[in-house]
């Protein structure tokens, strides 16, 4: 256990506005106070009021807006790259309600990319899916998904466990489906007017792309996933352990 006591400064100051934005005394959109006022608050020096800002910007709770100040933000959802988990997953184990629009499922031949990934034959269908998520309200993810029809042919008989489950959780429990390996690319862009319209954001709002391939467990490729999500809203969180073995 820490000994929060025995902790440097910057680290009780960082930990004291965490609590107090917690519990509301700064709200989504305050301004924290200036590093007048924490210098002179906390007793401590400006390198120490600004370590401890640093604190809360990296954990993604408040933002500097260059000659305002430091503003509250909307914490990100974090997915953890160590696991095969669905953006509704994520959402959900943080408590986030989500919903889905424009909810479609069609039988279509995949474009030639998507033919490759998934090592379908020629001329072979797939299902299409493609969804908005929009959590507590905002628009925040569009999402696209191919997946082979002959291992879940009737999946359009599903689309309301879909809306409401969401694709894995959907897969596990009606088909036995084990997801069991993935490879997922992550590009990071802003939005053009396909976006806009989409997700209903601003010109220039940051946004991941994230294309999945996954697989069965008997190596089968089964899905490509393809991902635009909102920067300002998500991220991913990468663990890493040790270093590569010298050779």
Known sequence: MVNWDQAPLYIKIGNNLKDEISRGVYKVGDFLPTEDELEKLFKASRTTVRNAIGLLEREGLV???????????????????????????TMQEKGIHL????????????????????????GEKVFLIQR????????????????LSRIIPDLPEKIQSLREKGLYQLLEEEYGIR????VETIEAYNSGPLEMELLQIPEETPLFHTVRITSLDDGTPFELVASIIRADKYEYRVYLQGRPPVT
Do not use: M
């Not at 933002?63 to 997953?89: D, H, M, R, W």
């Not at 919903?99 to 020629?122: C, F, M, Q, Y």
């Open 99 to 122: 919903e889905t629009a424009g909810l479609s499922v069609e039988l279509v031949v995949p474009p030639p990319r998507v033919a490759a990934a998934l090592n379908s034959k020629k």
């Open 132 to 147: 908005k998520r929009i959590a507590d309200g905002v628009p925040v993810a569009f999402i696209t998904n191919y997946l």
């Open 179 to 182: 997801l069991e390996k993935a």
């Open 63 to 89: 933002f500097k807006k260059q000659g305002k100040g430091t503003i509250v933000q909307e914490p990100k959802t974090a997915q953890n790259l160590n696991y095969i988990t669905s953006f509704t997953e």
